[in-house]
């Protein structure tokens, strides 16, 4: 039983590529979220879904754009990075109550 | 915008003793309220939910819930150096969306 899946695990971009968080759950929720996590902030809610077909923006959206290809799977795509987007990201996903998290995509910009 | 406030700490307690964690939200309509635990480098992992007013009690963890005050405390009973770690408050309102406090980091002394 997996829960949630996050690929990659580590990643190092060049200052304006572009690349996509992968996240899958297993567990036929309806609602995923996206977090950013830096140094004493918390986690910081970037984009969520609360159901197949809905996107809506969280705290920090700029800068991200996310789909939400089916219930399973929410992706969070970086059109052209930057070092400030470097920070480790969460992906979550809740069913009416907790939200169960992924392990994490820890993302340098260079 | 809403907001989860929390005292980032560090808390130090003393082994055994009881450790007390706070939090306030701005959200008057929130509907569920969360306490993770989250250790260097891991996910956050779910320690209490509550969803009405009083106390909830599961082994050494206490949550508390205020909506009159808009409050939502922890409290650990004899603390052990293994509850050392970065506790997260987190909020869900109607529309699912989750967000959290930026955390109070324990020390539980041995």
């Known amino acids: 039983n997996a829960g949630v899946t996050q690929t990659p695990k580590f990643q190092v971009l060049k200052t304006g590529q572009s690349m996509t968080l992968q996240c899958a759950q297993d567990?036929?929720?309806?609602?995923m979220y996206w977090y950013r996590q830096d140094p004493g902030m918390g986690l910081r809610l970037i984009y969520y879904?609360?159901?197949?077909?809905?996107?809506d923006k969280g705290e920090v959206p700029n800068g991200y754009n996310v789909s939400r290809l089916n219930k399973r799977e929410f992706s969070l795509r970086l059109e052209s990075a930057a070092p400030s987007q470097t920070s480790v990201y969460f992906c979550?996903?809740?069913?009416?109550?907790?939200?169960?998290f992924g392990q994490g995509t820890r993302l340098t910009v260079v | 915008q809403k907001e989860v406030e929390q005292n980032s700490g560090p808390l130090s307690v003393p082994e055994g003793a009881i450790a007390s964690l706070n939090c306030t939200y701005s959200?008057?309509?929130?509907?569920?309220f969360f306490w993770y635990r989250q250790y260097s480098g891991k996910s956050p992992e779910l320690i209490m939910s509550?969803?009405?007013?009083g106390d909830k009690e599961d082994g050494r963890f206490t949550a508390q819930l205020n909506k009159a005050s808009q409050y939502v405390s922890l409290l650990i009973r004899d603390s052990q150096p293994s509850d050392s770690a970065t506790y997260l408050c987190?909020?869900?309102?109607?529309?699912?969306?989750?967000?959290f406090g930026k955390g109070t980091r324990l020390h539980i002394l041995p």
């Open positions: 979550a996903s809740s069913e009416i109550t907790e939200a169960f």
């Open positions: 567990m036929n929720h309806n609602s």
């Open positions: 879904s609360a159901s197949e077909g809905t996107t």
């Open positions: 959200d008057r309509v929130s509907q569920s």
């Open positions: 509550i969803y009405s007013n």
């Open positions: 987190a909020v869900k309102d109607r529309d699912d969306k989750i967000i």
